[in-house]
């Protein structure tokens, strides 16, 4: 008798702990769908607009960039560099 009680709890248990679990995924898999990329849009217009304005001074852009050549600066790195050097 205590021996199928504790089973009964058992599989009970097990069964609640799989369909939580399946909720769950569920609910990660609905959530995939949203866009992730919300920042990049607004993000990839500001550097094309700086690139454009930074072609209308092109001696300053090309110190700039061996500058950062020299420093041996690449990626994010080399970008905020441009930035701050086309900045000045």
């Given amino acids: 008798m205590v021996r199928s009680v504790l089973v009964m709890v058992v599989i009970l248990a097990l ?44 001696p300053k852009m090309k110190a700039c960039r061996a500058e950062a050549r020299k420093k041996g600066l690449a990626g994010d790195d080399r970008w905020f560099f441009l930035e701050s050097c086309m900045g000045r």
């Fill in 15 to 58: 069964s609640l702990g799989i369909a939580s679990m399946a909720q769950s995924q569920a609910q990660n898999d609905s959530g995939a769908s949203m866009p992730v990329h919300s920042k990049a849009a607004p993000a990839k217009k500001r550097w094309s607009d700086l690139l454009a304005k930074w072609r209308q001074n092109t």
